[in-house]
T-cell receptor, first 112, second 112 residues
């Protein structure tokens, strides 16, 4: 079945690193995505990783994928107040065209 | 390159009415997907269109329908509106194939 889980809240201090975690259940997932949503806005694609990769780094963002545990994480280095938002992980299942299954989102709050 | 545009941005309707939402994908993109976002159910896939053909459909009643035109613009229609249809409706644009999807700002529909 398809189910993506995330913790609901995360608070960090400005300048610290944030780690947002996600677990998924479909081992045949091809692509896994991270999106950011600010209040009143749509979804902004941050990064994505193909399922045959273990890690992907893009400036302040690092994605780690543990296929054995079906665990995905997004690390944001030097977190800023502008990073405060809801972060969604999503998976794409083979054979489902471009349908994405989203987690419930993690509300990241960056404290000054 | 212009991003994904959705019109209108806000809409207020009453129960029983019908509504049409529009999405213009990024130039050159042929795939448009639609999602419904509510506080209770989160982000749920409605359907995807590619080259004017519906490729995949989520678990929504037949009151929800869509179409895609030859210029890749897409519309979704909801008939006989219910209070529970109040949501943010997001569309996502993709070139097709195994590519990332980019979301528009959404249309906020309120049903009274």
């Amino acid at each position: 079945g398809e189910d993506v889980e995330q913790s609901l809240f995360l608070s960090v201090r400005e300048g610290d690193s944030s780690v947002i975690n996600c677990t998924y259940t479909d081992s045949s997932s091809t692509y896994l995505y991270w999106y950011k949503q600010e209040p009143g806005a749509g979804l902004q694609l941050l990064t994505y990783i193909f399922s045959n990769m273990d890690m992907k780094q893009d400036q302040r963002l690092t994605v780690l994928l543990n296929k054995k545990d079906k665990h995905l994480s997004l690390r944001i280095a030097d977190t800023q107040t502008g990073d405060s938002a809801i972060y969604f992980c999503a998976e794409r299942i083979p054979g489902s065209a471009r349908q994405l299954t989203f987690g419930s989102g993690t509300q990241l709050t960056v404290l000054p | 390159k212009a991003g994904v545009t959705q019109t209108p941005r806000y809409l207020i309707k009453t129960r029983g009415q019908q509504v049409t939402l529009s999405c213009s994908p990024i130039s050159g993109h042929r795939s448009v997907s639609w999602y419904q976002q509510t506080p209770g159910q989160g982000l749920q896939f409605l359907f995807e269109y590619f080259s004017e053909t519906q490729r995949n459909k989520g678990n929504f009643p037949g009151r929800f329908s869509g179409r895609q035109f030859s210029n890749s613009r897409s519309e979704m229609n909801v008939s006989t509106l219910e209070l529970g249809d109040s949501a943010l409706y997001l569309c996502a644009s993709s070139p097709g194939g195994d590519n990332e999807q980019f979301f528009g700002p959404g249309t906020r529909l309120t049903v009274l």
